[in-house]
């Protein structure tokens, strides 16, 4: 088995990909955003974080988050967050009939919601934190459930067009696009 050691950095920010077990499409239901929501603020009033910026698609979610000076442990608050949201979101829906779950997972009696592992990675700059925004943001238009990304409803694209942050998703301006396409899915 690989030996899988995450990088830590106190502070700073960080993006991650976060994916559904089996694919499931089930993360811009309203009973799944209201769970997510709540699992997030249940753990950041424990372990605080910042959302920068966030994309939540029917299958994963991108998002930025920032950490505190003195701490890098977003693999706990991820935990958490998974935890909370599987025990408190199958209780309250159906899970599909179709997933089937590993013996591994069904030994660890693990909920076939989240996938086990998620991606990650430490913003080195300010480049390198408008470059993910953009990826962010650009998200739905890539996988096609949406033309132009001010249409996506899930996302804070709107609230950095409201604050005048990195507003120009246009493809031309994007040539950076296919090389992160490759890196963050």
Known sequence: MPNYVRRTFCGGYYFFTVRTYGFQTFLTDLSARSFLRQAWKK??????FEITALCL???HLHCIWKLPHNDSNYSMRWRL???????DWTANA??????TQSLSRQ???????????FWEHQIRDPHDLEKHCHYIHYNPVKHG???DAVDWPW????RFLRDNRFLDLSKENLDWFEEMST???
Do not use: G
């Open 43 to 48: 753990v950041s009033a424990n372990h605080p």
């Open 57 to 59: 698609l029917p299958d």
């Open 81 to 87: 967050i998974k935890a909370m949201f599987s025990r």
């Open 94 to 99: 159906k899970l599909s009939s179709t997933i």
């Open 107 to 117: 030994k660890k009696k693990e909920l076939p919601v989240w996938q086990r592992r």
């Open 145 to 147: 459930y949406t033309n």
């Open 155 to 158: 996302s804070t694209y709107r």
């Open 183 to 185: 890196m963050a899915e």
